[in-house]
């Protein structure tokens, strides 16, 4: 797996999380569920990444 991407999906985590927080802050829940959603997703991508790497050693 790429530098690049192990950075864009850290990136997407951490985008994810400042949307749920602005969401909460300013109480928009759609907002808020939709960070949770990416947070979630870029969350994923890591562990599959961490998985594969595991594979490749």
Known sequence: MGMGK???H???AAKGGVK???GRA???RGLEAEGR???A???LKQAADKVKD???H
């Open 6 to 8: 192990k950075a864009a």
């Open 10 to 12: 850290k990136a997407e």
């Open 20 to 22: 749920k927080t602005v």
């Open 26 to 28: 300013t109480g928009d």
């Open 37 to 39: 959603g990416d947070q």
């Open 41 to 43: 997703k870029g969350n």
């Open 54 to 56: 595991a594979f490749k």
